[in-house]
């Protein structure tokens, strides 16, 4: 393991939630104590500790309710170490934005803690000490220690060796420094690099003689060097850490830029661009709190002492606020604190999700280390890399097993989410539909009487029945209304099943229950079904959880290929920079998971070049070739989902449109007198005429689309054989295509008669399918309509279909919108374009990567064998030499070639996640009301 990085094998699989520490080293002995107690009062709050139970009379909500009294009273405690606010409320509890703010802390019952801290003396060592004892270790409290140099420089620096102090407290200091170190252990143990570690010429990334020279330097001679090295491990801390510590007496000392009010200062503002390697150029804060405990520092003892103040929370200062001070103002306290309670929560519940074992985080480590030589057969890089170097491999496994959690996690949510809006688009189409049958269902039983039913009312018998029948058969419907005086009371009785008339019967029995009382409770029934549908799903955040995880397996994959190719870059850095607030937690889960970065830069410096050129070549197939077809079928399946869900709902409500045009032209030629005349009794002898003409013509079209469900065969290769769901998964995306044809919906700017035939072309390709829709609909209706006396007539029934057909429409372009396809589409085919790019790319360079690679070989063998030749010839061999190194230098050259490319690719992976996060958050489920 290098002394410069290190792989933190020993950090805990499931994200975790950071503490970082900073503060003066020159604490006054008799207030060490009380801060202790006060660094466990804020463990306690953030983690409380385990109870053991002692007996077996206590059971599991005992439990909890003791859980809850004693966080109940930490929670009082700090409460009472914090001042008092002001806010623009007089009637407002000074203490109450407190309290409002952090009540709902989640207890981070399933995520660790992590202590960031810098060991050094004071209050750095004071807070290690507070979590390295047994009962916060139960808790699940770790410490990481983040040196400013490498152990074994840094304890003889000055923070260490002090010219003013004794031999005593400096050999003191330095024990208990290396006590801490081994208690810490050296796998928790890296070093803090600044961005000028990182930048060297010709590709050599990993310099370690001259990264020595540099960290000696700055202990022993240099000052500036060595106060940058101590300001960089602070703002590391600041950040990285969700809550930073900071003990010290809120004095700022300009003269010193590496000490805690500077570290506070860039926690609370930013940190200083162009000094961390993973910090961007603009420096925005990484958002949380910074809690200041206050204490004085040893060098003003002489001074008299004081009441300590009291501790505060000291929030981020990147937005616009009020002119006067923000630190007690109740509001700005309240938001901020609400944010960083919103934060814990989020990564809490995902963590308690459970996390991915060993056995799952190896298998999907081997899954994404898979790559292709230059023979095309496909290898495995897992084997050979974990045998080079473990360093890198360790990250690369917990930043495997966070994407398996988050993807799983979110294809579960999502599909969830998705059956939930299913539901809710079902109730309210069938609210709709419901309310449009209410509103027009008008059986003619309740008005008029059918011809059998007033023959046998009159007791007609023999030819006189005969007779009656065919006098009336041909006579409106309105010509058979008889008053009640003249139909007895078993008139609205249907005859017996064995009657002439028994089809009727059966028409009657199957919708004589049917009543527009029924019809409304079943609206009034969808509608709240639909509506406590939705507040039940809305409740639960699965749509935000799901998008929150899908955003969290991206980044995590982005930082795995960022890792392998040895990038040492940080994606929490160019992740998300606009998204700020709750949605930090997500940045933060993905950096817990792969810090320090400069373990996969130096670890993959250390690879040999045939590792190197391999591990390349697996970022190109495991993750470039993968997307590409990722973004190929999302971007295909997306595309067929917008043209067929525009489709058909374009057909449904053309139909409906045409079926009203068929009854406004009836109404306006066809009037006679009566108001309950049925304006379409004339369509009676055509109604099976149209439904079978209708049904024809779309069962011929169905065969057509199934015939052609089976792709052709290219000549000379034999039919592979597919399985009835592929078959009908390609008669799905047949189907539309077929009934309504695609046009050419380009719209030329300079020529509008163009554009407008264009735009005729698109409404004329409609017409086939919503006319056949509307012919079987209406001949569907017609033909129940002459059935049965019990429905309504052929008028209503044809209002209510193209009502229904309206809705449905209407409601299936709503959910082709609902679900962004269009902009999904769009948004694929651009990351299509993208990769495939890359792809070509990044292949070139690699192939090119590759013959360095053979290259320098044959230079290296060529030094071989100049000085295994006897006798050695000193020319021959520094010539073979420079040849070697001009080919090493070569290859590392192109290798910083493809880690540029490969670094301008992942940022575009992440800004593209990002407006898909931001996309989906800005449509969250919401109830589709009809109307």
């Keep these: 393991m290098s002394s410069f990085a290190a792989s933190l094998k020993n950090l805990p699989a499931q994200p975790a939630y950071l503490v970082g520490v900073t503060g003066h080293m020159d604490l006054r ?45 930490h929670l009082d405690q700090l409460l009472e170490l914090l001042p008092a606010t002001s806010g623009r409320h007089e009637d407002q509890e000074p203490k109450r934005p407190y309290e409002l703010a952090v009540e709902c802390w989640p207890r981070l019952k399933h995520t660790p803690v992590l202590v960031l801290t810098a060991l050094a003396p004071g209050a750095d060592t004071l807070v290690a000490e507070v979590a390295l004892e047994p009962e916060f270790r139960a808790a699940g409290f770790q410490v990481l220690a983040a040196l400013p140099m490498p152990a074994d420089l840094y304890v003889n620096s000055t923070s260490f060796v002090s010219a003013d102090g004794t031999d005593e407290d400096n050999q003191r200091r330095q024990q208990r420094f290396r006590e801490l170190l081994a208690e810490v252990q050296p ?4 070093v803090v690099h600044l961005k000028q570690d990182s930048e060297c010429p010709a590709g050599q990334l990993c310099d370690e003689e001259r990264l020595r020279q540099r960290f000696e330097a700055a202990a022993q001679q240099d000052k500036a060097q060595r106060r940058q090295r101590y300001r960089v491990a602070g703002e590391y801390l600041a950040s990285y850490c969700h809550l930073l510590l ?23 503002r930013g940190p200083q661009p162009g000094l961390l390697p993973t910090t961007d150029s603009l420096g925005m804060p990484h958002g949380g709190p910074v809690l200041h ?12 002492p004081a009441a300590t103040p009291p501790a505060r929370f000291l929030q981020a200062c990147n937005v ?16 901020g604190l609400t944010v960083m309670t919103r934060i814990a929560a989020n990564l809490d519940h995902f963590n308690a999700l459970g996390h991915i074992n060993d056995d799952r985080a190896q298998q999907e480590l081997f899954q994404r280390l898979m790559y292709r030589d230059q023979q095309g057969r496909s290898q495995t890089l897992a084997g050979e890399l974990q045998a080079a170097s473990d360093d890198l491999v360790a990250p690369l496994r917990r930043l495997a097993g966070l994407r398996r959690q988050a993807s799983e996690a979110n294809r579960n949510l999502s599909s969830k989410r998705d059956r939930a809006l299913r539901w809710l688009f079902v109730f309210t189409a069938l609210a709709a539909c419901s309310l449009d049958f209410f509103a027009h269902w008008h059986p003619r039983a309740d008005h008029h009487a059918p011809s059998a039913a007033v023959g046998h009312a009159a007791g007609d018998s023999g030819g006189a029945a005969a007779g009656l029948a065919e006098d009336v058969s041909g006579a409106p419907d309105h010509a058979l209304a008889a008053t009640p005086s003249q139909i007895p009371a078993d008139a609205h009785e249907p005859p017996d099943a064995a009657s002439q008339h028994g089809e009727w019967i059966l028409l009657y029995k199957a919708t004589g229950w049917i009543s527009q009382p029924l019809l409304g409770g079943l609206t009034v029934l969808f509608t709240v079904t639909a509506m406590l549908w939705y507040w039940w799903e809305r409740s639960l955040f699965r749509g935000e959880r799901a998008h929150d995880y899908r955003a969290i397996a991206e980044g995590a994959r982005v930082q795995f290929y960022w890792h392998l190719a040895g990038l040492g870059k940080s994606v929490s850095a160019h992740y998300m920079d606009r998204q700020r607030n709750e949605l930090d937690w997500i940045r933060a889960a993905i950096r817990s998971a792969s810090f320090p970065y400069e373990t996969a830069r130096f670890a993959f410096a250390r690879l040999g070049p045939d590792l190197q050129v391999k591990a390349l070549r697996c970022v190109l197939h495991s993750w470039v070739q993968d997307q590409r077809k990722y973004f190929k079928n999302s971007f295909e399946k997306h595309e067929h989902a917008l043209h067929a869900g525009h489709k058909w709902g374009n ?4 139909a409906g449109l045409w079926i009203i045009l068929l009854l406004v032209c009836s109404v306006a030629l066809h009037t006679p007198a009566g108001a309950d005349h049925d304006h379409l009794d004339w369509l009676n002898p055509w109604g099976e005429t149209f439904l079978l003409a209708g049904g024809a013509i779309a069962l011929l079209g169905t065969l057509l689309a199934w015939l052609q469900s089976e792709p052709a065969i290219e000549p000379g290769r034999r039919p592979a054989a597919r399985s009835l769901k592929d078959r009908w998964k390609h008669f799905r995306h047949r189907l539309p295509d077929l009934w309504i044809p695609a046009v050419n919906t380009y719209r030329d700017p300079h020529n509008v008669v163009r554009t407008r035939w264009q735009m005729l072309g698109s409404f004329a390709a409609y017409l086939p399918a919503s006319l056949t829709l509307a012919a079987i609909l209406i001949g569907l209706l017609v033909v129940f309509s002459t059935r049965t006396g019990n429905l309504p007539n052929g008028q209503n029934l044809v209002i209510v279909g193209a009502g229904c057909l309206l809705i449905l429409g209407a409601l299936i372009v709503a959910w082709t919108e609902k679900n962004l396809k269009s902009e999904l589409a769009y948004q694929y085919h651009t990351m299509l374009s993208l990769f495939a790019n890359a792809d070509e790319t990044l292949s070139r360079q690699i192939d090119r990567l590759a013959e360095l690679e053979a290259d320098w070989r044959r230079a290296d063998e060529q030094v071989r064998q100049a000085e295994a030749a006897s006798p050695p010839d000193p020319s021959v061999i520094a010539a073979a030499r420079r040849a070697a190194d001009q080919r090493l230098t070569d290859f590392r050259e192109q290798i910083k070639v493809v880690q540029d490319a490969i670094l301008e ?27």
């Design 187 to 190: 796998e928790n143990t890296f």
């Design 320 to 335: 616009p606020r009020r002119k006067n001070a923000i630190d007690d103002d109740a509001d700005w306290q309240q938001l």
């Design 651 to 654: 057909t449904l409500a053309l």
């Design 293 to 304: 405990l206050h204490t004085q520092r040893l060098k003003n003892s002489t001074a008299p």
């Design 246 to 268: 900071a003990i010290w007496d809120h004095h700022h000392n300009a003269d010193n830029a590496e000490g805690t009010a500077a570290i506070v200062d860039a926690r609370r």
């Design 905 to 931: 690719l992942g940022g575009e992976a992440l800004d593209e996640n990002a407006e898909w996060l931001i996309l989906h958050r800005a449509r969250p489920l919401e109830p589709v009301m009809a109307g």
């Design 29 to 73: 002995h008799e207030e060490v104590e009380p801060l202790k107690e006060r660094v466990r009062l804020v463990f306690r709050f953030l983690k409380p500790p385990s109870i053991r139970v002692a007996g077996d009379d206590w059971d599991a909500s005992d439990v909890e309710s003791e859980h809850q009294t004693r966080w109940r009273a």
